[in-house]
């Protein structure tokens, strides 16, 4: 299962100092990247389904639940705007499913088909950059992080989830973005809370609940910000959460 946008979004960065341009002045970077990964995936994994799941345009229920939900991200560049049409149209020939659901993005289209698909006894790749997809692994369900910056496909089971989370489930992964928060997609998190802290605390305590039923053993400003952020701090960890 490819999350259609960030890996679209990713290609077209990947030749942003060297962009692919055609006879009629069209930048395809986007379009090139997409396919090649499209073909490596197609030739190196030979999956016996495949399926592309993109965001739908207008907002979804996470706009409804936050409304500044991805309000800092800048507009699409009008070149990648202008090659998904064509990049759906590929995908199309390919006779590959387009998944696109209203009122959901494509970590919730790609969460719900990958743990259903486990619940059968399928083995499910999502394919994609994004770190939140993490929570989604277990022993059926796998990520895999494709080439970046000259390095190699990654690709994490339940065992590099949990490594590089420092957790012992990867769904406390939720929590850890709960605290943490998440830049890409303008999720608060808990004010002072970084990447380090929220691990280390998830460790700890089990869970954002585990945290506040313990509340009294932490100390200063750290304490002081998960009283009075509290409620920010459920709301971010509803945000990151995928919708199944």
Not at 2 to 7: F, G, P, R
């Amino acid at each position: 299962l490819l999350d259609a946008y960030a890996l679209i979004y990713r290609a077209y960065y990947a030749f942003i100092k060297n962009p692919r341009i055609n006879s009629k002045g069209f930048n395809t970077s986007a379009i090139l990247g997409f396919v090649n990964t499209l073909e490596e995936v197609l030739k190196k994994e030979t999956p016996t389904h495949i399926g592309v799941a993109f965001d739908p345009p207008g907002p979804t229920f996470r706009h409804e639940a936050f409304e500044q939900y991805k309000a800092q991200r800048e507009e699409t560049p009008e070149a990648i705007r202008l090659s998904v049409p064509i990049i759906k149209d590929i995908i199309r020939a390919y006779r590959i499913p387009i998944l696109e659901v209203p009122g959901y993005e494509a970590d919730d289209v790609i969460g719900t088909l990958a743990t259903e698909a486990g619940r059968q006894g399928i083995v499910t790749y999502m394919m994609t950059p994004d770190k939140d997809y993490a929570q989604l692994v277990n022993e059926s369900v796998v990520m895999i992080k494709p080439k970046s910056m000259g390095n190699e496909v990654v690709v994490w089971g339940v065992d590099e989830v949990n490594e590089n989370f420092n957790t012992t489930n990867p769904l406390q992964v939720i929590d850890i973005l709960g605290l943490w928060g998440d830049s890409a997609d303008n999720i608060p998190g808990c004010p002072g809370i970084g990447e380090k802290t929220s691990k280390d605390l998830i460790s700890k305590y089990g869970s954002i609940d585990g945290i506040y039923e313990h509340i009294d053993e932490l100390k200063g400003k750290q304490k002081e910000n998960l009283i009075n952020f509290k409620e920010q701090v459920y709301l971010s960890r509803h945000l990151a959460t995928i919708c199944l």
